[in-house]
Each structure stands twice: as structure tokens, then as C-alpha cells.
């Protein structure tokens, strides 16, 4: 069950707060830090998330944001560009297509692939060939995605095998989500951009945090760690909408601002 607000620094693993130089933060953004919204332009990430992680970043070894988001919206959205403690953040992007590297301000992103660009030429004829020309598409140059969130919940279903349909003629892969559904090419996911967070680090104990099957990939990560005789703590931002992390989770809590809650009581639990 979801831990119960307010949440204070006895629900934080004992184990969080030994030698948390050692620790590896991953963070989901959307459903996460910030609460899934209508429009996906207004996510902005929780303040109490946003100064918890400013200040777990002074005493971890890494944290890392690993969002399905283009790296640009992720700091837009939540102000963690310039702030004090996270001079070390890294932001993978777009499932880890693209990074971005605080220490350097280095920003890595691919070419946008042809079958991309050829997805978001054809999308809207196609969605209004398929009585669906009053969705939302948010193109992230690397991915597009079909939003039918405050618009037409049950179309989604829908939606899904034409969709996947589409996606298997222009050689994409189908990201689904709560309420939409992301086209993208074959070149990563979560789980890859952590484990290689990970390999360079030199990291072996890793807390992370979801909200999505998006977020699977990077739980497997987790596990397999743990298998190789690291640690692992998985945290699971849970909703009425998607449950598949919930069994899986060490810490189940209550959405964004039960994640925000519990970013906090590491923190003061660390004294940060």
C-alpha cells in the first residue's frame, strides 16, 4: 500500500543512510517529480521535489534524471539548471537518447531519424483518417507522441494496434503510456541509460524511482545489480492508472507529492 502523508524520515530504508556517497539517485520526471497533466507543456515538477533533490545532491554520488522527455523540457520544467547541489546532474533524455551533463553543460542529442521525420509529416491525415484528428501530438524530434489525456480517455485504446501497426512500417518502436502513446526508433531505454550511468560512475548502490512502464527497463537494471551483489532500492510512484511497478517496488507511494514527501525525509534524515 502507498505510504501514508505526512511522511516523516522512519519511512526511509535504513539503509539509505549509510555512506549515501555511494548511492546512484535515478529520478522518472513526469507522474514522478511532477504530476501527469492535460498538457504536457505544464508539467512543471514539484517545488519540495525540486529542493530535495538540490539537497540530496550535495550528499550523494550521482543523481540522474531519466525521462522520456527531450532534455530541454526536463529543465525547463524543473529548474534544476544552475541550482546549488546539482552542479554533478546528469539528464538523460528522450530514454536516454540524449544527455545532458551539468559539470560541463555538455549537450549530446542524435539527428533527428528519418522515420521520424517522415512519422510527424504523415501523423495528422493519418489520426483524421482514423477518426482521431482531436488528439494532441507533441512532436520531441526524436520520438512523436499521441496524447488523449482531457480529451478523449477511452480512444487510446483504440488507437493502440493501428498505432503499433503504423509504427512496425516505418521500423519505429510504440512507448505506452498513461493516456498516450510515444513512436520512437530502437536505440535505448531506461534501463540502458542506467546501467551505463552505473558503468561510469562506478556506482554499485542505486535508488530508483518511477511511475510507468517506460520505467520497467530500468527496474530489470535494478534487479540485475542486485543479482551481481549491489543494491538496490526501487521506488514506485503509484496511481489509479498504471500499476505495474507497485509489485515490483521496495517503497510504494502515493503519486508525486507522496515522491516529494519522501525526497524530503531522505534528506532530513541525511541532514542535508
Same mark, same amino acid.
Given at each position: 500500500?502507498?505510504?501514508?502523508?505526512?511522511?516523516?524520515?522512519?519511512?526511509?530504508?535504513?539503509? #539509505?543512510?549509510?555512506?549515501?556517497?555511494?548511492?546512484?539517485?535515478?529520478?522518472?520526471?513526469?507522474?514522478?517529480?511532477?504530476?501527469?497533466?492535460?498538457?504536457?507543456?505544464?508539467?512543471?515538477?514539484?517545488?519540495?521535489?525540486?529542493? *530535495?533533490?538540490?539537497? #540530496?545532491?550535495?550528499?550523494?554520488?550521482?543523481?540522474?534524471?531519466?525521462?522520456?522527455?527531450?532534455?530541454?523540457?526536463?529543465?525547463?520544467?524543473?529548474?534544476?539548471?544552475?541550482?546549488?547541489?546539482?552542479?554533478?546532474?546528469?539528464?538523460?533524455?528522450?530514454?536516454?537518447? &540524449? /544527455?545532458?551533463?551539468?559539470?560541463?553543460?555538455?549537450?549530446? /542529442?542524435?539527428?533527428?531519424?528519418?522515420?521520424?521525420?517522415?512519422?510527424?509529416?504523415?501523423?495528422?491525415?493519418?489520426?483524421?483518417?482514423?477518426?482521431?484528428?482531436?488528439?494532441?501530438?507533441?512532436?520531441?524530434?526524436?520520438?512523436?507522441?499521441?496524447?488523449?489525456?482531457?480529451?478523449?480517455?477511452?480512444?487510446?485504446?483504440? @488507437?493502440?494496434?493501428?498505432?503499433?501497426?503504423?509504427?512496425?512500417?516505418?521500423? #519505429?518502436?510504440?512507448?505506452?503510456?498513461?493516456?498516450?502513446?510515444? +513512436? /520512437?526508433?530502437?536505440?535505448?531505454?531506461?534501463?540502458? *541509460? @542506467?546501467?551505463?550511468? +552505473?558503468?561510469?560512475?562506478?556506482?554499485? /548502490?542505486?535508488?530508483?524511482?518511477?511511475?510507468?512502464?517506460?520505467?520497467?527497463?530500468?527496474?530489470?537494471?535494478?534487479?540485475?545489480?542486485?543479482?551481481?551483489?549491489?543494491?538496490?532500492?526501487?521506488?514506485?510512484?503509484?496511481?489509479? &492508472?498504471?500499476?505495474?511497478?507497485?509489485?515490483?517496488?521496495?517503497?510504494?507511494?502515493?503519486?508525486?507529492? *507522496?515522491?516529494?514527501?519522501?525526497?524530503?525525509?531522505?534528506?532530513?534524515?541525511?541532514?542535508?
Amino acid at each position: 500500500m502507498p505510504a501514508a502523508d505526512p511522511l516523516t524520515t522512519s519511512d526511509v530504508p535504513a539503509s #539509505l543512510l549509510v555512506e549515501p556517497e555511494r548511492i546512484l539517485l535515478g529520478l522518472d520526471f513526469d507522474g514522478t517529480l511532477a504530476h501527469v497533466v492535460d498538457d504536457p507543456t505544464q508539467a512543471f515538477a514539484h517545488p519540495d521535489a525540486v529542493s *530535495a533533490v538540490a539537497r #540530496l545532491g550535495h550528499v550523494l554520488g550521482q543523481v540522474a534524471i531519466i525521462t522520456g522527455r527531450p532534455v530541454d523540457q526536463a529543465l525547463a520544467l524543473s529548474g534544476f539548471s544552475g541550482m546549488r547541489g546539482l552542479e554533478h546532474l546528469v539528464v538523460c533524455g528522450q530514454y536516454g537518447a &540524449e /544527455r545532458w551533463d551539468a559539470a560541463t553543460g555538455t549537450h549530446l /542529442r542524435p539527428d533527428r531519424p528519418a522515420s521520424v521525420a517522415r512519422l510527424a509529416e504523415v501523423l495528422p491525415a493519418w489520426l483524421a483518417a482514423h477518426d482521431a484528428a482531436h488528439v494532441r501530438i507533441e512532436d520531441k524530434g526524436l520520438a512523436v507522441a499521441v496524447h488523449t489525456r482531457g480529451i478523449d480517455a477511452g480512444l487510446i485504446h483504440a @488507437l493502440d494496434a493501428p498505432l503499433r501497426a503504423l509504427a512496425h512500417e516505418l521500423d #519505429l518502436e510504440v512507448e505506452p503510456g498513461r493516456q498516450v502513446l510515444e +513512436l /520512437r526508433g530502437h536505440a535505448t531505454d531506461k534501463g540502458v *541509460a @542506467l546501467r551505463g550511468l +552505473l558503468a561510469e560512475t562506478g556506482l554499485r /548502490r542505486v535508488v530508483y524511482a518511477g511511475d510507468d512502464l517506460g520505467d520497467l527497463p530500468a527496474y530489470d537494471a535494478v534487479d540485475q545489480l542486485r543479482t551481481d551483489g549491489g543494491e538496490g532500492v526501487l521506488v514506485a510512484s503509484a496511481s489509479g &492508472e498504471q500499476d505495474a511497478l507497485v509489485g515490483r517496488s521496495d517503497v510504494v507511494l502515493d503519486g508525486p507529492d *507522496a515522491v516529494a514527501a519522501w525526497l524530503t525525509a531522505w534528506a532530513d534524515a541525511l541532514d542535508a
